[in-house]
C-alpha cells in the first residue's frame, strides 16, 4: 500500500552524495515513500539508486529520465508520478540530504496541526540553538535574492530555495506542476508564483508555511554556479516581466 507521503529526491550525477542508508532507515520511522527521478546521470547513481529500490521493500521507486533535463522539469515530472499513487501528501527533497530526513515528522506535525495549511517549506534561518551551516557569502546572496523574490511575489518570503518542501495532495497543488516550469534554476518561486495565481494572494499566505529547520548543511559537490546564479537573477525578471 502507498505510504501518505510520496517524496520525490531529484539525482543527476550524485554517486558521491548519496547515503542509501539514510533513506533506508527512514523507512521505519515515517509513513514515507521516496521516488528518484534520476535526471540522466552518467555516473553510478543509477546502479545505487536500483540497489536501493531492491532493498526497500516497495517504498522506494525509481523513475529513470533518458537525458539530463534539469531539477526543475525532473521535480515536476517526479511529483506528477507522486500524484498517480493517490497520496495525501507530495513534496520533493534534495537527493544530498542537506536538510536531514529525520526533519520529515516536523514538516508533518505542521499539517496535523493546522488543517488549512498546504505547503509547508523549509527555511534556513540561522538563530541560536540551530545548527545552520553555509557560507556567508551563499547566506548574503540568498537574503538579497529571497528579499527580491518576496517583492515580486508580493508576500513576505524568507527563503525560497531551500530544497525541503512538502505539499498536501490538493488540486490546487496538483495544477501548479502540470505545466513544465519555465526557469531551471528558480522554479521555487514559480511554485509559489503559480499557487498564488491559483488560489489569490490573501488566501495563499494563510495556506503556505514557512518551518525553520533545526539543522541543514551544505554539502560539497553543489552544482550551483556564479552564471547560474546570474541566470537566476535573470529569470526571476523574466518570470514577473510585465
Same mark, same amino acid.
Given at each position: 500500500?502507498?505510504?501518505?507521503?510520496?517524496?520525490?529526491?531529484?539525482?543527476?550525477?550524485?554517486? $558521491?552524495?548519496? !547515503?542509501?542508508?539514510?533513506?533506508?532507515?527512514?523507512?521505519?520511522?515515517?509513513?514515507?515513500?521516496? %521516488?528518484?527521478? $534520476?535526471?540522466?546521470?552518467?555516473?553510478? !547513481?543509477?546502479?545505487?539508486?536500483? $540497489?536501493?529500490?531492491?532493498?526497500?521493500?516497495?517504498?522506494?521507486?525509481? %523513475? *529513470? %529520465?533518458?537525458?539530463?533535463?534539469? &531539477?526543475?522539469?525532473?521535480?515536476?515530472?517526479?511529483?506528477?508520478?507522486?500524484?498517480?499513487?493517490?497520496?495525501?501528501?507530495?513534496? /520533493?527533497?534534495?537527493?544530498?540530504?542537506?536538510?536531514?530526513?529525520?526533519? #520529515?515528522?516536523? /514538516?508533518?506535525?505542521? /499539517? &496535523?496541526?493546522?488543517?488549512? #495549511?498546504?505547503?509547508?517549506?523549509?527555511?534556513?534561518? &540561522?538563530?541560536?540553538?540551530?545548527?545552520?551551516?553555509?557560507?556567508?557569502?551563499?547566506?548574503?546572496?540568498?537574503?538579497?535574492?529571497?528579499? !527580491?523574490?518576496?517583492?515580486?511575489?508580493?508576500?513576505?518570503?524568507?527563503?525560497? +530555495?531551500?530544497?525541503?518542501?512538502?505539499?498536501?495532495?490538493?488540486?490546487?497543488? +496538483?495544477?501548479? /506542476?502540470?505545466?513544465?516550469?519555465?526557469?531551471?534554476?528558480?522554479?521555487?518561486?514559480? #511554485?509559489?508564483?503559480?499557487?498564488?495565481?491559483?488560489?489569490?494572494?490573501?488566501?495563499?499566505?494563510?495556506? #503556505?508555511?514557512?518551518?525553520?529547520?533545526? *539543522?541543514? !548543511?551544505?554539502?560539497?559537490?553543489?552544482?550551483? *554556479?556564479?552564471?547560474?546564479?546570474?541566470?537566476?537573477?535573470? $529569470?526571476?525578471?523574466?518570470?514577473?516581466?510585465?
Amino acid at each position: 500500500m502507498p505510504a501518505s507521503l510520496q517524496l520525490v529526491v531529484p539525482c543527476y550525477n550524485e554517486a $558521491d552524495r548519496l !547515503t542509501p542508508e539514510a533513506y533506508l532507515e527512514r523507512l521505519g520511522h515515517a509513513d514515507v515513500d521516496f %521516488l528518484f527521478v $534520476d535526471d540522466g546521470s552518467r555516473d553510478a !547513481t543509477p546502479a545505487i539508486l536500483a $540497489d536501493m529500490a531492491r532493498r526497500g521493500g516497495g517504498h522506494i521507486a525509481v %523513475l *529513470t %529520465l533518458n537525458r539530463n533535463v534539469g &531539477k526543475a522539469a525532473a521535480v515536476q515530472r517526479g511529483v506528477l508520478a507522486a500524484f498517480e499513487r493517490q497520496p495525501e501528501f507530495v513534496g /520533493f527533497w534534495d537527493a544530498d540530504l542537506a536538510a536531514p530526513l529525520s526533519a #520529515i515528522p516536523d /514538516f508533518m506535525e505542521v /499539517f &496535523k496541526a493546522r488543517p488549512e #495549511i498546504e505547503i509547508v517549506m523549509g527555511a534556513r534561518v &540561522k538563530l541560536l540553538g540551530r545548527d545552520i551551516k553555509r557560507s556567508l557569502i551563499r547566506h548574503y546572496c540568498g537574503r538579497i535574492f529571497a528579499t !527580491t523574490a518576496s517583492f515580486a511575489l508580493g508576500i513576505e518570503v524568507y527563503d525560497t +530555495q531551500c530544497g525541503a518542501k512538502i505539499f498536501r495532495a490538493t488540486d490546487p497543488v +496538483q495544477r501548479i /506542476f502540470s505545466a513544465p516550469f519555465r526557469s531551471k534554476w528558480i522554479f521555487d518561486v514559480e #511554485i509559489l508564483s503559480r499557487y498564488i495565481a491559483a488560489i489569490g494572494r490573501p488566501q495563499s499566505e494563510a495556506r #503556505i508555511c514557512e518551518l525553520p529547520l533545526q *539543522t541543514w !548543511t551544505a554539502m560539497p559537490g553543489s552544482k550551483l *554556479t556564479a552564471r547560474q546564479v546570474v541566470r537566476a537573477v535573470w $529569470d526571476l525578471a523574466q518570470m514577473f516581466r510585465p
